[in-house]
């Protein structure tokens, strides 16, 4: 196994919840050793949240908390401060997710932490980012979906707005801050001394919709619920089959709009007033999508998928997640893993979306609650009476 490319560095790790841990599990699994604080006598509150595994343990915390160790401290009362500040002096980067403003009153936002310790880089999400009226403002995963619009183009006049079925913008905030602080560690590098790399969902959220904000940007005006269809091109979306749901990607270029009229068996559509080019198809997509149903529906989904595949048409099957799992490319690329030294046959998890050198990053088990904390503190130069106040 290489070594990653951040071995040798620490991360202090104050994050709770789903953004921020992530994030600093793929620090982890870069080869950082991130130092998981806990605040006694619960930690996390997440190792009592979701489904549990064999072993007791909650998938949920131990899905983004993996590779780590846990030092239980209460930062907020002196001791723990104390405990906590000999931890940043021999760190490289401290990483919260809590609400903007909420660190000053511990001495850890990022003018304090800069003046005591000007090397260490300081790492943040928030939900609405760290200015304007909203910055103080906590949110989940949730929330910010509902406020960033992103709801508002998800789903269909049927459903109404509905969320992503996967917490995206927590993990895609969690993904654009480790880019952040890896570029602030390359700076480092040369100068010495460590900045500040935040992020946040809201941030991630307007990323996510560039090229859709472009056209309202132009237009004035918000797309309406479209369901799995695009509000650019047509046909792009879902459709359904006698045996099966189906996406298709009919549209990006007219040669493929040619190709899927030869496919259906429906050659006069090319030559339809209402679908004679995408700005048509677009306005008629109601239509479309009716006739392209009608046709789909007279034969199974495999055979369809089989002549999309000959024709060189974009196309694919709506897959249950179990089967995705499962699956020979999923397995293929090493995704779904169980750690070395798990102690539960059951504890597999996905793994950061990143390989090195063709390798994954190997990352081990989460920890148990507390279960480093005097070795760590004792290594960092605590006194032996402080580990006594600090630990049981």
């Known amino acids: 196994m290489v070594a990653g490319p951040l071995t040798g560095t620490t991360v202090v790790d104050l994050t709770r919840f789903v953004s921020g841990p992530f994030a600093t599990m793929v620090l982890a699994s870069l080869g950082a050793r991130v130092l998981k604080i806990e605040v006694p006598p619960l930690g996390d509150s997440y190792r009592s949240q979701g489904l549990t595994s064999t072993d ?20 907020r009362e002196p001791n723990g401060a104390d405990a906590l500040e000999l931890l940043l002096a021999g760190s490289d980067f401290l990483v919260h997710n809590a609400r903007p403003g909420a660190m000053e009153r511990y001495g850890l936002d990022f003018d304090s932490v800069h003046q005591r310790h000007p090397w260490l880089i300081h790492g943040s999400i928030s939900a609405f980012g760290d200015l304007g009226p909203q910055a103080g403002r906590g949110g989940f995963d949730l929330i910010v979906q509902a406020e960033s619009g992103l709801m508002s183009v998800t789903g269909s006049e049927a459903s109404g707005p509905v969320k992503v079925g996967a917490p995206m913008l927590d993990i895609g ?5 480790v880019t952040a602080l890896l570029a602030a560690h390359i700076t480092r590098l040369t100068t010495g001394i460590g900045s500040e790399a935040s992020s946040s969902l809201l941030e991630f ?23 799995s269809h695009s509000s650019s091109f047509a046909p792009y979306g879902g459709f359904s089959t006698r045996n099966g749901n189906i996406v298709i990607a009919g549209a990006g270029d007219e040669r493929l709009w040619l190709a899927l009229c030869e496919v259906l068996g429906r050659a006069e559509l090319a030559t339809d007033s209402r679908f004679i080019d995408n700005l048509s198809r677009v306005k008629h997509r109601d239509k479309l999508t009716d006739i392209i149903n009608s046709v789909l529906g007279s034969e199974d989904l495999e055979t369809w998928l089989e002549r999309f595949e000959a024709a060189g048409i974009p196309a694919g099957q709506v897959q249950p997640l179990h089967n995705v799992l499962a699956s020979p490319q999923v397995q293929a690329l090493n995704i779904i893993r169980t750690p070395a030294d798990a102690t539960d046959a059951t504890a597999a998890a996905v793994d950061p979306p990143f390989r090195i050198n063709g390798e994954r990053p190997r990352l081990m088990a989460s920890p148990q609650f507390g279960v480093n904390t005097r070795s760590v503190l004792r290594e960092f130069g605590a006194s032996l009476e402080s580990l006594e106040r600090l630990t049981p």
Do not use: H, I, Q, Y
């Open 173 to 177: 905030a969690g993904l654009a801050a």
């Open 56 to 75: 007791g343990a909650s998938t949920l915390f131990e899905s983004v908390n993996r590779g780590k160790e846990s030092v239980a401290l209460d930062f």
């Open 205 to 227: 959220a307007m990323a996510s919709f560039t090229t859709l904000a472009s056209d309202v940007l132009l237009s004035g005006a918000s797309p309406t619920l479209l369901g």
